[in-house]
């Protein structure tokens, strides 16, 4: 079994400022974890997964998220909110190795970013 | 989005009507995929396909069939569309099944049933 928990459905900054979107999960087994962005009226677009290799992954247009076995938790971190990176951000879970069948995402969260 | 194309991108319809929703690869992936996503739920795998006339369910597929006749398009059917099917609906693609291929996804269609 498994299950991915977004703690927080909203999260607000302002321009210049550091993003934190707080992601955990359960897992029967070794996860493998990704966090996907979605636009407004867009499709979701990964932007780092990680699978079993480095704990701290990178990904694109500046996002890194840190696997922490102990916690189970993937956050989604970024030093610097730009305008652009308005958008819904989900992280979903499944098991390594396991099929695209069984992936769960999570309810997302809505970031806001403020001139 | 660049290899998948979802049709029509927007569709309003009554309770009752048959509804058909495309999607069409250029990328020539095995793996396809529906999902429907509705606030609070984030996406919920309705229907998948592993190759020509393979399909199977996934989490929600009352209410929903799929076909898969060539290697490029996606179809997902609601034979009698009811208000509870208004959401939006994404296809997603992926060269293999294993939870660590990345899926890539078209722009959704939103589909509202009145």
């Known amino acids: 079994a498994q299950s991915v928990t977004q703690l927080d459905s909203h999260v607000s900054v302002s321009e210049g400022t550091p993003v934190l979107l707080r992601c955990n999960y359960s897992?029967?087994?070794?996860?493998?974890l990704f966090w996907y962005v979605q636009h407004p009226n867009k499709g979701l677009q990964l932007l780092l997964k990680?699978?079993?290799?480095?704990?701290l992954v990178k990904g694109i247009n500046g996002f890194e998220a840190e696997f922490k076995k102990r916690e189970t938790s993937f956050h989604l971190t970024k030093p610097s909110a730009h305008m652009s990176d308005a958008a819904e951000y989900f992280c979903v879970v499944t098991f390594s190795g396991g099929s695209n069948y069984n992936l769960t995402f999570g309810k997302g969260t809505l970031l806001t970013v403020n001139p | 989005d660049a290899g998948i194309t979802q049709s029509p991108r927007h569709k309003v319809t009554e309770t009752g009507t048959p509804v058909t929703l495309r999607c069409h690869q250029t990328e020539n992936h095995r793996y396809m995929y529906w999902y429907r996503q509705d606030p609070g739920h984030g996406l919920r795998l309705i229907h998948y396909s592993y190759g020509v006339k393979d399909t199977d369910k996934g989490e929600v597929s009352d209410g929903y069939s799929v076909s898969r006749s060539k290697t490029e398009d996606f179809l997902l059917t609601l034979e009698s569309a009811t208000s509870s099917q208004t959401s939006v609906y994404f296809c997603a693609i992926s060269e293999s099944r294993v939870g660590a291929n990345v899926l890539t996804f078209g722009a959704g269609s939103r589909l509202t049933v009145l």
């Open positions: 990680y699978t079993s290799a480095a704990t």
């Open positions: 897992s029967s087994y070794s996860p493998s």
